[in-house]
């Protein structure tokens, strides 16, 4: 069916009067200055998130309105309320402190979406400690690399995590002083060489004043996939909250009294500040549900809890769309009021089936790791161009630039002006939530500005009306679920496996993850290609990398098209398994040019 290039916003769509009604002028006068004035601070010009966050609410009129929801299936659900929450926070910090644990050292979690990892993220963040979620279907591997890579000091887990996929690997993380164990089963955990948590928290003190941080203190460390090398810890400040804050109220329009329900893992950069900072910022109600996706579940979530607010992603959408519109009859969804969705490029039919199905369309927005909140949206106010990204939000300056030839490392570019070319979306450098460097990697973060400009990877166009639309990854970068996947450490791992001698790593089409991970091998010598081979060297992938991570399919090359440089041309295996034109060969080993 041919449908409308706009959706128009209907009555329906503007029952409460949107946060951003006029673009131009607010994006005119929008002065990130007078936005950090929405803070309450901290004295001598100190801003610590979780002030922001939580106890700047708990000892105001919002202090008994729950600030967390936490539903399970076979667990009665558990309310949170904003002064229990700068209770625990406060809980945890004390508790670190007594350990030794202060400002500046680093700290990582590594569970499901457990109270116990949200007051862990907030309570680090009151005692200075920078701190990383992790997420738990990452395998040993990505969990130990990015530790090291982070010089982690303590580690916070539950014991059956611990058992999974750390025990064995604990000597490798020299860097790890303590590790805090959630226990399972009820009763303190007795693995050794590790803390039960709930007794260091009962033994704490339930004050503790948020330490006072400086606005560009680290606050949080992302690790993000690049396409070589190690994955990249991208550094964020305390100051990000102010961004935060303004996206809270201009990309998912936050009101007061909403219940907003963020579906990503807190393992990744949506679900921390999205998940966490930003609805707690604006004193929401924050549905957590710790189950895996169900859509009869999701629909049930959405009808039950009265969410007015909800915040998903494209895959998901893809999977409810699978499941048929006729789970959706019998349920109803009047207080739902706006539906964003971030992550991979979300498709036109599902911003409509959002309208048909829901009543609501779906905004797509845009942002990465690195840009630490949402730049580019859709928002409630303005008609919707699906498939489009939206607009920059107010005090983002975003542009289309084409490369120039570079003099030396820095790279240099040209800002493309005419509407409707492609080339790579950069953003003028200046937000308060941008990344301030890639930890121990100052080449690489240099590489990632030209003058200004910050170069983010992606290839975009702009149109007439300065709405932004995704073109693709500038890299060899894989989004699998809206999760980013770095090929070479998908590589490694697999040469790893004895009978590797040669891996390369694609995204290839998925209908519903948008890629899936490919993995194509060349053997040694001494073995040949066979079904018992393939699900053996899957087995390894899986259990070193996690089921979030490793390939779901292998395929066996005799060998693997290099350059003559050595490198892999994953281009190259991704054309051909897509049966596309190889486009330019010239490097190719063995191409005789
Ligand atoms: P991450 O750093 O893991 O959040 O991944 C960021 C990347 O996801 C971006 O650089 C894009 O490639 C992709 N991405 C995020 N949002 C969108 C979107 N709305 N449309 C298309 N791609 C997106």
């Known amino acids: 069916m041919d449908r409308p290039a706009v959706i128009p916003k209907t009555a329906h769509d503007l029952r409460l009067a949107p946060n951003l009604v006029n673009y131009d002028a607010t994006c005119r006068d929008y002065s990130w200055a007078e936005a950090r004035q929405a803070m309450d ?39 949170i309320s904003f002064a229990e929450l700068a209770r625990l ?55 130990a690399t990015r530790v090291n890579l982070g010089e982690g000091k303590v580690l916070v887990t539950t014991d059956t995590l611990y ?57 949080l460390l992302h ?27 201009f990309a998912l329009d936050l009101h007061d009294g909403d219940r907003y329900w963020c579906t990503a893992d807190p393992g990744w950069v949506t679900g921390t500040s999205y998940g966490i900072i930003a609805p707690l910022l604006h004193g929401v109600t924050s549905l957590v549900d710790r189950e895996e996706f169900d859509a009869q579940r999701w629909y049930t979530l959405l009808e039950q809890e009265r969410i007015s607010v909800w915040y998903t992603a494209p895959t998901a959408i893809r999977m409810l769309m699978k499941a048929g519109a006729e789970l959706v009859r019998g349920h109803s969804f009047p207080a739902l009021r706006f539906i964003a969705s971030v992550g991979e490029p979300l498709n036109p039919e599902a911003v409509w089936w959002g309208k048909d199905v829901l009543g609501l369309p779906i905004h797509d927005n845009w942002w990465q790791t690195e840009t630490g909140g949402i730049m ?40 493309i002006e005419t509407a409707g070319v492609d080339g790579e979306l950069a953003l003028r450098a200046g937000w308060p939530s941008m990344f301030r ?27 007439e009306d300065g709405y932004y639309w995704f073109v693709g990854r500038a890299d060899d970068v894989i989004k699998s679920a809206g999760h980013l996947i770095g090929p070479f450490e998908v590589e490694s791992v697999l040469m790893e496996h004895p009978a590797v001698a040669e891996a390369g790593v694609i995204g290839k089409p998925d209908p519903i993850m948008g890629e899936m991970v490919k993995a194509f091998v060349s053997l040694k010598g001494a073995y040949s290609a066979d079904e018992t081979l393939r699900l053996d060297i899957m087995a390894h992938a899986r259990k070193r990398l996690g089921a979030a991570v ?26 051909r398994e897509l049966g596309l034109p190889e486009g330019d060969t010239s490097t190719l080993e063995g191409s005789g040019q």
């Not at 500046?104 to 701190?131: H, M, N, Q, T």
């Not at 161009?385 to 040209?414: N, Q, Y």
């Open 376 to 415: 580019i949206a859709n928002t409630p106010a303005f008609d919707i161009r699906p498939g489009s990204m939206g607009r920059p939000l107010p005090g983002i300056e975003a542009a289309i630039v084409e490369h120039l030839e570079a003099e030396g490392e820095a790279p240099r570019v040209r800002v």
């Open 437 to 463: 460097g890639y930890l121990n990697n100052e080449a690489r973060y240099r590489k990632c500005f030209a003058g200004q400009w910050y170069l983010t990877g992606d290839l975009a166009r702009r149109d």
């Open 41 to 79: 601070g901290l004295p001598g010009g100190a801003l610590n998130i979780a002030h922001e966050a939580v106890d700047r609410h708990a000892s105001g009129p919002l202090r008994d309105r729950t600030a967390l929801r936490f539903v399970a299936r076979d667990a009665a659900a558990l309310d």
């Open 550 to 575: 490793a390939p779901k399919e292998i395929a066996f090359l005799a060998t693997l098209p290099r350059t003559r440089s050595g490198k892999i041309m994953r281009r190259l295996l991704k054309a």
């Open 223 to 249: 690790f993000t996939s690049g396409t070589t090398g190690t994955p990249k810890g991208a550094i964020h400040v305390h100051e990000a909250v102010v961004t935060h804050h303004a996206t809270g109220r």
């Open 163 to 219: 058992r999974r996929k750390v025990k064995a690997w604990r000597e490798r993380m020299p860097s790890l002083r303590h590790v805090l164990l959630v226990s399972d089963e009820g009763s303190p955990t007795s693995e050794p060489g590790t803390l039960d948590l709930a007794s260091l928290m009962a033994e704490a003190s339930d004050q503790f004043a948020a330490v006072p941080t400086a606005p560009d203190d680290m606050s």
């Open 89 to 143: 926070t406060s809980r945890f910090a004390d508790a670190l402190s007594r350990l030794g644990v202060g400002k500046g050292d680093r700290l990582f979690i590594l569970a499901g979406r457990i109270p116990e990892l949200y007051v862990a993220v907030l309570g680090s963040l009151k005692c200075g400690v920078v701190v990383t979620p992790l997420f738990s279907a990452f395998g040993p591997e990505p969990i």
